[in-house]
Every structure is written in structure tokens, then in C-alpha cells.
């Protein structure tokens, strides 16, 4: 039990492992050969890349936005709650690669926890790649345990709602992260009560596929903006910044780089969903890893801020 809670790597903020895992990666062969090595570095530098050159540097944006929504109009909003979405992926995703490639040199393998989630085309689809070892704690300690899809449509129903609203509870008690979860249950009651009954909706070209990624992850950016503020008050004064005209104020000068950023943040989401670019880095050994490390240790000495703001996890 104390080796377990004392495991530094995943002791702040997850990825969740349950002690049957832990130990049986214990009572196995921690060897570790050159491509655990390999894959680890990938994971680590990566996750650095991600903590410091962009949560970080959109942590100033976010902040500035969410501490004085009545000073900013539709488009600072707007691409704060954009930034918001990656900050927030960024920074997690971020530790949680460090931590598991921590693990991994020492022999310990933990389980994947972000699996590019801003590339799911449905929102059950988004909790299967976002946090993943916690949804999966919810599904079988909560969802599970309510009585999950065994007593019929309308308890289904209500079991979703409920785990997602404890889920928003387990960060803390405010009304925010009650509605942050309840957007969630909602959403994925909605998912299957209404969308499932729309054929063209589940379409296979890509423009379909395509739609749904949007949709869905607007759909969390909404949640988003009340997991981020700090009181129902200034939720709203940022929702009320969103339904302002948008049709003036955007300043090329102070917009256009941070769009591009962020524009490029969501394709790399896509793309790496598709080609699956983290894991033939770490399984490469040649060019493609040597550039990709270098590349990202480069990145980080350029535009690595001088103050870093702590993990955002770390705080429940």
C-alpha cells in the first residue's frame, strides 16, 4: 500500500491505476529494453513540448478573458474559450505523458489516458479518449454500480445523467461543475435518445465525419467555459461576451496569430487520430525520431515562457 501511494509518477494527478494493475506490474519483469526507452523519451519530451510552449502560453490569453469577461468583446472570447479547450488538454495530456513515461523507465507500464480526444466525432466517443482512466473509474464505480443499461431506456438515461453530475462534483462543490457535468449526462442522453434515431447523422464521408467533430467539440468547449470560471456570475458574462455581434472587432494584429495556433493545435488533433504520428515516433528509431525529439527540445528553448503555471489538475 505505501509503495502504491508513493509512486511518484501518477501520485498528483493521475492517470488512475488501479492496484491490481500496479501490482501486477510489479510481481512481472520490469526490463526495460531500447524501444521502452525510445517510447518513453517520445513521451516525455512530448509531454514537456505540450506543458510548456502551449498550455502555458495560452494560460496569459485564458486569464485575461475569464478574469475580466466585461473587458473583452466576441472574438477574445471566442478564441479564449478556444484556448481554453487546448490549454486545459495540453497541460493534462502533458503531465500524464511525462508520468507514464516516468513509469515506463522504470519498468512500470501504465495505461494510455488521452487518446487525441478533440478528434472524437461523438461526446461518448470524447470520454473514450479523454481522461480515459478516469472514465472508466466512473463507468464501473458509478455507472455500473447505479445499475448502468439494465433497467431499461429511462434508467439508463438517468444513470448517465447522474455519474456525469457526480463526475463534475468529484472536482468540487460549486454549481459550475455541477453544470459541467450536467452538460455532459445531457449530452450523452441526447446521443443516444435522439441522435440515434437519425441515420444521416451516423454517415460514413468524410464531410459527415467531419461535421460531427465539429459539432461535438464546440459542444465541450461550452462545458468548458464553466469548468474554467470561477462562479456561475462570470460563466455567464463570458456567454454573454458569445452572443454579442461578431461581425466587428477582430484585430488582425492580436487575433489572427493566436487562430492560426489554435487552428493548427485542432489539426494536429486530426491528424494525429489518423496517422497515429506519437506512436511511429516512438516506435522509430532512425531520422523520424532523432528530428522529432530535437524538433520539440528546440521548441521548447525558443518559446518556453520564463514563469510556468502549475499543473491545472493539481488543484483536485
Partial sequence: YALAVAFFPQLEAGPIVRAREFFAELDGDQRVDFADVRRALVLIVL??????????????VVDAVFDQPAAHGFWDT???VYAFAFQIYCDFSGYTDIAI????LLGIRFPKNFDYPYAAQSLQ????????????????????????????TARTYANLLLTMLLGGLWHGASWNFVIWGGLHGGYLVFERAVLARFPWWHAGHWTARMLRTLVTF???????????????????????????????????ERH????LVLAALFAAQLLGAHGRLKERIAASDGPLFASAVAAALLLMIWFAPATTAPFIYFQF
Fill in 125 to 152: 466517443e470524447f470520454w473514450r479518449r479523454w481522461h480515459m482512466t478516469l472514465s472508466r473509474w466512473l463507468r464501473d464505480y458509478l455507472y455500473i454500480a447505479l445499475g448502468g443499461n439494465r433497467g431499461g
Fill in 101 to 104: 513515461g516516468c513509469a515506463l
Fill in 218 to 252: 464546440h459542444l465541450v468547449c461550452l462545458a468548458w467555459i464553466f469548468f474554467r470560471a470561477q462562479g456561475l456570475g462570470q460563466s455567464l458574462a463570458v456567454l454573454g461576451n458569445l452572443v454579442q455581434p461578431a461581425w466587428s472587432g477582430f484585430a488582425a
Fill in 47 to 60: 509531454g514537456y513540448l505540450k506543458k510548456l510552449v502551449f498550455a502555458d502560453n495560452l494560460a496569459p
Fill in 78 to 80: 471566442l478564441l479564449a
Fill in 256 to 259: 489572427l496569430g493566436l487562430a
